[in-house]
């Protein structure tokens, strides 16, 4: 039997996390870190889940909301695919919980070997935000299109994500570093969610200045400086809304001391930074993060979104 694959990228929000859920546009980047899910039929009526940090046989008729959360999106794709008898394999390159879109990804690529194996027509990218919003039920869909389209992605929450036909900007560096903190993204977004409520005119005013940031970015894409710049403005705003700690100051202030500017990248808490950069500061950049104890790399943006595709046996 055939067994159908694929593979789908991790990811960068460059700018607008977080205002995206309260229906601001954000910018975001596939990066060149893949997830990659195979799905294949069985013999028995179990789906089965495995992944290098869980491995799960469940029955396909229990209701997904008590399934367990880490298998939850994978369980529901299934089942609501009426595939009843599939064993999926998710591997992955990318850190859990750090902001990189590692859930996104594996709910895209779980969707797109799941949708070939069955005889729905449905889109992966409507598949995998619903199979996201079984854990976080306000995603705003972000990580999901762009870990789907890959390229760079704008993003308005449930509107059709719109590819930037542009050229990759060639000398662009964008150094990730990792503060080891784990996240978890749904307690992220209730926190900013509490802070919108109590602090409604506040917030809208920082949602506004969040909107036109994501603007000047989409009209100087090829500006790197003027980029690094932007990503200073833009954590500034994330400071307002909470999601910054002591921990993540002092690794922006690394990362802005040799960088053109960085911001937190993702849900905040913890996770990632990213710090924009170029040929001429890319490696002092790094090698300050690397010094200071951050794992740290060199993030190149993909243009390859989620491929499917059919592995046969041999044989
Ligand atoms: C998480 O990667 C991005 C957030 O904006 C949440 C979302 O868009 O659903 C924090």
Redesign the pocket.
């Known amino acids: 039997m055939a067994r159908q694959v694929c593979s789908a990228p991790g ?1 960068i ?1 460059l700018f ?6 309260h229906g601001s546009k ?1 910018i975001l980047c596939a990066i060149d870190k893949r997830v990659r899910v195979t799905a294949q039929r069985q013999g028995r009526n179990t789906i089965s889940i495995k992944s290098n940090m869980l491995s799960t046989k469940l029955h396909p008729n229990i209701p997904y909301r008590i399934v367990d959360k880490r298998t939850r999106p994978f369980y529901y794709i299934a089942q609501s695919l009426g595939i009843t008898n599939v064993a999926i394999n998710i591997h992955s390159d990318l850190p859990s919980g750090a ?1 990189l ?1 590692s859930s ?1 990804a594996c709910c895209v690529a779980t969707a797109g070997a799941a949708l070939s194996l069955s005889d729905i027509k449905r889109s992966i990218l409507d598949v995998s935000i619903n199979a996201e919003r079984t854990i ?1 039920p ?6 999901c299109a762009v870990c789907t389209h890959g390229g760079i992605v704008e993003y308005v ?1 449930d509107t059709p994500p719109k590819q930037l036909r542009i050229p990759i900007p060639k000398d662009l560096k964008l150094i990730v570093a990792d503060s080891g903190i784990n996240h978890n ?1 749904g307690e ?2 209730e926190r ?1 969610r509490h802070i919108a409520q109590k602090h409604p005119k506040e917030f809208s005013a920082l949602s506004k200045k969040a909107d036109s940031l994501v603007q000047m970015v989409t009209d100087s894409i090829n500006d790197i400086p003027k980029l690094g710049h932007l990503a200073r403005s833009n954590q500034l705003l994330l400071e307002r809304i909470g ?1 910054s700690n002591n921990a993540l100051r002092q690794m922006i202030q690394i990362a802005d001391r040799h960088s053109y500017g960085s911001k937190i ?4 808490g913890g996770g990632c930074i990213v710090a924009i950069s170029d040929e001429t500061n890319a490696h002092s950049t790094l090698n300050a993060l690397t010094d200071a104890g951050y794992n740290s790399f060199v993030a190149q943006i993909t243009k390859t979104g989620a491929t499917t595709g059919a592995l046969h046996k041999v044989g």
């Not at 607008?16 to 859920?21: A, L, N, R």
């Not at 306000?138 to 990580?143: F, L, Q």
């Open positions: 990811k929000i607008g996390e977080h205002f995206v859920v954000a902001g879109g996104s976080q306000n995603s705003s869909g972000a990580d929450k993204t992220m977004v900013v999601i990248t993702g849900a905040g």
